[in-house]
């Protein structure tokens, strides 16, 4: 599917980082590129609202700020793992995706813990700058082996147990904490789970954490933790800054209890001269690196490569592998919902349209069945549907303030608007008609009293009931799309552009009044079809099944014989004059009319 319009300017990527090319070349034939290392925070601030995506490994801050700031943007991309300096959370309100590379990186941040365990163990740093210093000091740098030794691992994901695997082949035990872990795999690599953090901690001559920065792993390792390892152990974080407190480790190695601590990342990056995590980086029993643990040539070009493709996905419309905040959907299943999110986006977008301009009207009904039947319902994962029904529902009536409503963040904005849907899959042949699929919207009525008005307030052309009927039925035939069932009316248009929807009296010489007022107000017809009164109300034995929760206020059949309506539907270029729809149901027999644009 092409990015865009040759006519229009090409999506904008904002690359504020040092990435690895290998993905940016991917990039360049479609989207316009601006790589722009060293941004101010303020500088990111004032240019994000040009972008459509935004491209970051650890240092950018990608702030609630920036992101209510960035209106075109469709996605942030980590190429890294940690989101940590991400705000999700705002993304995910904003509709913003957020990617990350959760594998490109593994095997580099497991190397280079155990590099940094080797150094600190063979005092190799001090060593080689002592050398280098034009001195001889091997009696200064007696190191200590890790063979034999016991390694505590905090976290057992994927650094983690590429960790353990590492430190099982240079002769060590292994010990790990990770409440989430699988036993099965600990027990495939050898490693012994251990139950409390306290047993992990006395055991370890060499403690390393592979979680990631989150409220239960903050300051997981302070001074009470540290005291209670055993005296010359030595610890290493690979993972993020934050974990370990800072003032403490400095504190237990300035005591001596530790004997070393290898240290890649901090609570501040880079940290400011005169912070504890300088003085860390100074203390002579520190191994440090400025964040180090994913830059290898080949965990860049890794990282590089699979944001990338995701970021081209999800700008193309497709959905990413590796989200952060969007439900995982197989493509395959994506692929086959593709004509139906557009179809149930626009019977949203009609629900809204035609049913606030009628009598009564507004958005009253706020409770909705979406029912699959059919081919459709063979699909379980259907949040792309859900996502889209909301979308199509919110976009007439709200600018969601500026808000792209999208499968990240469908539920929450449903949620706040009190919309409530309910999703129901019906696999029965018998339950739908000649359509291979069929998708219906059902409005449930505000209270049952008025779904269940008595037989005396029926009128000669049909019960209110019937009349009250929110009812929205579409299929899909390729890519083309067909609303089947508007209300009570067995319909049969596209749902596209601009379409003037009047309810009338289904008797000779309408379609030539309608035509003359429209032809007065100089509007254009393109096409015309007559919708009659459905011969079948509901859905056979789904409607009943629904009728008997209460759920929907569908007709019942024995009201067919009165009702004589038909519903107008014309193809109209342009728009429609507010006046006209007015004019229109002044003429006589003309009881709705409303122009709706799909
Ligand atoms: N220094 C660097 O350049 C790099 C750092 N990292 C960092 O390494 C960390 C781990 O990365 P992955 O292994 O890929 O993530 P992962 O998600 O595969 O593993 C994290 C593990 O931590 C466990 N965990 C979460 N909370 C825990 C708790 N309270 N106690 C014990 N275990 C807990 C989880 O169950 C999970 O198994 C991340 O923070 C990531 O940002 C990753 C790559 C490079
Ligand atoms: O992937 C991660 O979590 C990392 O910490 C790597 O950070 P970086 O991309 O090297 O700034």
Known sequence: MPLCNPEEAAPKVLVPEKLSPDGLVLLRSSLDVDERKGLTADQLL????????????????????????????????????????VDVEEATKLGIVVVNS??????????????????????IPEACASLKDGKW????????????????????GKVGLTVARLAKGLGMTVNALDP?????????????????????????????IHTPLIASTRGMIGQAELAQMKPGARILNVARGGTIDEEALLTALDSGHLAGAAVDVFTSEPPAIGSTAASLIAHPRAVVTPHLGASTVEAQENVSVDVCEQVLEILQGSLPRSAVNAPL??????????????????????YTQHYATLPGGSMTRNTFDLIY????????????LFAALIKGLMAPISSS????????????????????????????????????????????????????????????????????????????????????RLGRFEASFEPEGTLLICENY???????????????????????????????????????????????????????????????????????????????????????????TL
Do not use: W
Not at 67 to 75: E, G, I, P, Y
Not at 329 to 350: D, N
Not at 434 to 452: G, H, M, N, Q
């Open 102 to 123: 959760p594998s490109g990186n593994i095997g580099a941040a497991a190397e280079h813990t155990i590099a940094l365990m080797m150094s600190m163990s063979r005092k």
């Open 329 to 350: 959907i197989l493509p395959e299943e994506y692929q086959k919902l593709q004509p139906f999110v557009r179809l149930v986006e626009k019977m949203g977008s009609l």
């Open 46 to 85: 004032e240019i994000i609202p040009n972008y459509d995506a935004l491209l970051v490994r650890s240092e950018t801050k990608v702030t609630a700020t920036v992101l209510r700031a960035a209106r075109r943007l469709k996605v942030v991309a980590r190429a890294g793992v940690g989101v940590d300096n």
């Open 180 to 208: 989430y872990a699988s036993p099965a795999v600990a027990g495939s690599a050898s490693v012994n789970l251990v139950a409390s953090l306290p047993e992990l901690l006395s055991s370890a001559d060499f403690l390393t």
């Open 506 to 596: 289904d008797s000779p010489g309408k379609i030539g009044v309608v035509g003359s007022i429209l032809g007065q107000a100089g509007v254009n017809i393109n096409f015309m079809t007559v919708a009659p009164v459905s011969p079948k109300l509901g859905f056979g034995d789904l409607d009943m099944k629904l009728s008997k929760d209460g759920h929907t206020d569908l007709a019942a059949k024995d009201e067919r014989s009165s009702l004589q309506e038909a519903l107008m539907i014309l193809g109209i270029d342009g728009g429609v004059p507010p006046h006209v729809t007015g004019d229109l149901v002044k003429e006589g027999g003309v009881l709705t009319a409303c122009a709706v």
């Open 401 to 484: 303030e500026g808000i792209n409503i999208n499968i990240v963040n469908a539920e929450l904005v449903a949620r706040e608007r009190g919309i409530f849907v309910s999703e129901q899959h019906s696999r029965d042949p018998a339950d739908h008609s000649s359509y291979s699929s069929l998708v219906t919207l059902v409005a449930r009525p505000p209270s049952r009293t008025s779904s269940r008005a008595p037989a005396s307030v029926e009128t000669a052309t049909g019960s209110k009931q019937a009349k009250s009927q929110r009812i929205i039925s579409g299929t899909c035939s390729g890519d083309s799309l067909l609303i089947t």
């Open 137 to 156: 000091e091997r009696s200064q740098f007696v190191g200590v082996e890790v063979k034999g030794k016991i390694l505590g691992i905090i976290g057992l």
């Open 373 to 384: 039947q059919g081919e459709i319902a063979s699909i379980n994962n259907t949040k792309p």
